[in-house]
């Protein structure tokens, strides 16, 4: 890794390292960029009110996603889920709950002080069937074919190495395992100047990969049925999206999809959990 992803990546940290003593000391850790008012296109108010009373305070407070990859990813009894950048746990506490006692759910994430409290919050939550793992989502320590479900929420826009990522996510897929993950995402037009100049990139906005990106990274990645669709804006020409695609059951050589592009802008309001 270069100096610069490497100081990028420490900025990064020590971001979240303060987000999360934040939390701990009895604060809120949201909300996104601060090129943007504080709101609600990042945070708790993204998950249903159920899904919040159902969980400790301090693992809603300290949510900082921008979208509910739980229900992106469709999560079913018995499965096995990792959350990549499993922050304070909201999202890995989630899953446990809806894969039950015959699935698990690992979080992943390289901030020590964000595994402390969401290794409180899991107490908290008496989750039997969670583990949280410390290290990065570029060399996911986990060994392949073990994870039928790879979640994750408003993280993926803050690695230096995206194709790491995509390859790592597609290691340890099972065949047939499936990823639903909320992520920022810029329009196709915007360069890498222009997403820069609408938010900073601790704040997930400058280092958001556009639609086309998003899915060419996954299809080179190997996987297949790819969606990348727009929820919410948050920033101009910035949205939160959902991103699902596949791990092939078989190997399919060249049978790797174009990304599925909507035709459409839909809006979604804030609280309604897409
Ligand atoms: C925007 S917060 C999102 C946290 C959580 N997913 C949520 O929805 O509240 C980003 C999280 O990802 C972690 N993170 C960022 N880059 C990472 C990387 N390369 N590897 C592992 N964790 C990372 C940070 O420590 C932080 O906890």
């Given at each position: 890794m270069s100096h610069h992803s490497n100081d990028l990546r420490e900025t990064v940290?020590?971001?979240?390292?303060?987000?999360?003593?934040?939390?701990?000391?009895?604060?809120?850790?949201?909300?996104?960029?601060?090129?943007?008012?504080?709101?609600?296109?990042?945070?708790?108010?993204?998950?249903?009110?159920?899904?919040?009373?159902?969980?400790?305070?301090?693992?809603?407070?300290?949510?900082?996603?921008?979208?509910?990859?739980?229900a992106v990813a469709d999560l079913h009894e018995g499965d096995r889920v990792l959350d990549l950048g499993s922050g304070g746990g909201i999202d890995v506490l989630l899953s446990?709950?809806?894969v039950g006692p015959t699935g698990k759910a690992y979080g992943l994430d390289m901030t020590e002080?964000?595994?402390?409290?969401?290794?409180?919050?899991?107490?908290?939550?008496?989750?039997?069937?969670?583990?949280?793992?410390?290290?990065?989502?570029?060399?996911i320590p986990l060994p392949a074919n073990t994870i039928d479900v790879v979640i994750s929420n408003c993280?993926?826009?803050l690695s230096t190495d995206k194709p790491a990522v995509f390859a790592e996510m597609f290691r340890v897929l099972a065949p047939g395992g499936r990823i639903g993950?909320?992520?920022?995402v810029a329009d196709d037009q915007l360069g890498p100047d222009q997403?820069?100049?609408?938010?900073?990139?601790?704040?997930c906005i400058a280092g958001a990969l556009s639609f086309t990106e998003?899915?060419?990274?996954?299809?080179?990645?190997?996987?297949?049925?790819?969606?990348?669709?727009?929820?919410?804006?948050?920033?101009d020409g910035m949205?939160?999206?959902?991103?699902?695609?596949?791990?092939?059951?078989?190997?399919?050589?060249?049978?790797?999809?174009?990304?599925?592009r909507p035709t459409s802008f839909d809006s979604c309001s804030a609280g309604s959990g897409c």
């Open positions: 940290r020590e971001r979240y390292a303060a987000a999360a003593v934040q939390v701990t000391e009895g604060g809120t850790a949201c909300c996104g960029p601060q090129a943007i008012e504080v709101d609600d296109n990042f945070g708790s108010t993204l998950y249903a009110a159920a899904e919040r009373d159902a969980l400790p305070a301090e693992a809603v407070a300290a949510s900082l996603g921008c979208g509910n990859p739980t446990a709950r809806r002080e964000m595994l402390a409290l969401a290794l409180a919050n899991q107490k908290k939550a008496g989750a039997t069937n969670v583990e949280f793992l410390k290290g990065t989502i570029e060399a993280v993926i826009n993950i909320s992520d920022v997403r820069a100049e609408r938010g900073d990139y601790v704040g998003y899915g060419e990274g996954l299809a080179a990645a190997g996987f297949t049925d790819i969606e990348v669709i727009p929820t919410h804006a948050v920033a949205h939160s999206a959902m991103v699902r695609a596949t791990k092939p059951t078989a190997p399919t050589g060249t049978t790797a999809q174009a990304p599925a």
